[in-house]
């Protein structure tokens, strides 16, 4: 990940989210789960994903993109970081 990229994320104005397995990366940046939404308030679960209250700042750290959803999303389980 680019340096650029972790200082856009730490710069960020909105509530950032990964969905992967796990990220030692987005967690280092302070970047939630996207399990995260639902105990925030953006967001509730239906068999098996998340609908956004509003919109969602999703961060695709593969691609370094930090995209708007408003779309239900998949849910990816979230592992335990080792």
């Known amino acids: 990940m680019t340096n650029n990229f972790k200082s856009r994320i730490k710069s ?11 990220s030692t ?5 302070c ?5 995260c939404a639902m105990s925030a308030g953006f967001a509730k ?9 509003d919109v969602l700042h999703l961060v695709d750290l593969e691609n370094e993109k930090i995209l708007i959803i ?5 849910l990816i389980e979230l592992e335990i970081l080792k």
């Open 12 to 22: 960020y104005r909105e509530p950032l989210f990964y969905n992967s397995r796990g």
């Open 25 to 29: 990366d987005a967690y280092k940046l």
């Open 31 to 35: 970047v939630r789960h996207l399990s």
């Open 45 to 53: 679960l239906s068999n098996g994903y998340m609908i956004p209250n």
């Open 70 to 74: 408003s779309d239900e999303i998949k």
